[in-house]
Structure formats: structure tokens, C-alpha cells
């Protein structure tokens, strides 16, 4: 397995390509601009799927442009499919004044769903408390947390959907699943656990 990181500069937010190395296939996580598309012709990399770790809006800013590029399904939580057209839940509208949305039609995800990529599994663990329908995707010894954790942090719960009792405890059923694994999260850097 390999892992690229596309990071955009006004939020921070970290775009992943999580490779196959043995078949060329990829998984893009997050895409949120169209440097995403760029960095995986050039890293010559097969698209298999989007992945999104939540709907909030600095995560799914270059979803469509990524798709009308490269036509692959979209996967998103069954309770966040529906940040995907509306800019006040997916935060933008409040934010940055304008609506971010995503005209592409997901399939959706949840816990405990699993995805393969060339030789490579994918799992989905339901994490909700930032948005409603937050996931950590598994693979190997990476998990992919969004914002429901970040190196020495946790997401913020004052958004739509946001709980901080629900984030809590998604974040102690997580502790123990990240023993040994590497953390890649929506912003900042990876930590091993
Ligand atoms: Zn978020």
C-alpha cells in the first residue's frame, strides 16, 4: 500500500490517494480541490472509487470536477449524504458565504461496510459526533479519521449535526482500534499510535 497527500492551503484539509501498488488502482479520500485529480495522472494511478470521511464542505470542494474527470462511484455515510446539496449543513454557506455542493448522486456507506481495491480491504467504522455521519476508513495499518480525530486533537462538535457526547464516545471506541496503526487525518499531520 501506498499513500499520497494532497494538503489545499486554505483549510489545511488533507486529500489521501491510497494505492495498490500491485494492480495500479486507487482510492481518493476527500477530494477537495482539483489538485487531487492532477496528482493522481501524475502519479499514473487507476481510480476505483471517492471516499469521503464526512460532507463538510472543505472536503468535497473537488468532488465533481474530480468525477467528470474520472467516472468512479462516490461513497459517503448514509447520514451525511445529505451535506452533499446543502450548503448550510455542509457548513460552507455559513463559513465562507457561498454554497459548496456536490451534484454527483453517492452510493452510501455504513458501519462496517468494507470496500476492496486491487489486493487491499477497506473497512468502515461509523464515527459520528463532528457530523452524523462521520467514518474512519481502515486499511492495513492506516486509518483515514477525517475530523473525528486528529494527531493531538479531536473535531469540533458546533456545526450541523455536531454532538460532543457522541463525539466522545466514538473516540473511545476508536482508542482502542488505532493500537499500532497510523492515523491520517482530515487535517494536520499522521500519527502512529
Ligand atoms: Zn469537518
Do not use: Q, W
Not at 22 to 42: F, M, Q, T, W, Y
Not at 83 to 108: F, H, M, Q, R, W
Amino acid at each position: 500500500m501506498r499513500i499520497d497527500i494532497v494538503t489545499e492551503r486554505y483549510y489545511g484539509e488533507n486529500c489521501y490517494i491510497v494505492s495498490d501498488e500491485k494492480s495500479g488502482k486507487c482510492a481518493v479520500i476527500d477530494p477537495a480541490s482539483h489538485g487531487i485529480a492532477l496528482e493522481v495522472e501524475r502519479l499514473g494511478l487507476k481510480p476505483e472509487f471517492v471516499l469521503l470521511t464526512h460532507g463538510h464542505f472543505d472536503h468535497i470542494g473537488g468532488t465533481d470536477e474530480f468525477l467528470e474527470k474520472y467516472n468512479v462511484p462516490l461513497y459517503v455515510h448514509e447520514n451525511d449524504a445529505e451535506l452533499l446539496t446543502d450548503g448550510y449543513k455542509n457548513a460552507s454557506s455559513l463559513l465562507i458565504g457561498e454554497a459548496v455542493t456536490v451534484s454527483a448522486e453517492p452510493k452510501t456507506l455504513k458501519n462496517g461496510d468494507a470496500l476492496s481495491l486491487g489486493s487491499l480491504e477497506i473497512g468502515v467504522v461509523h464515527t459520528p459526533g463532528h457530523t452524523r455521519g462521520c467514518v474512519c476508513y481502515f486499511c492495513g495499518d492506516a486509518v483515514f479519521t477525517g475530523d473525528t480525530v486528529f494527531a493531538y486533537d479531536r473535531g469540533r462538535t458546533d456545526l450541523y449535526g455536531g454532538d460532543e457526547t457522541t463525539i466522545l464516545d466514538s473516540i473511545r471506541k476508536l482508542m482502542p482500534m488505532l493500537k499500532g496503526k497510523t492515523i491520517y487525518p482530515g487535517h494536520g499531520p499522521e500519527r502512529k499510535f
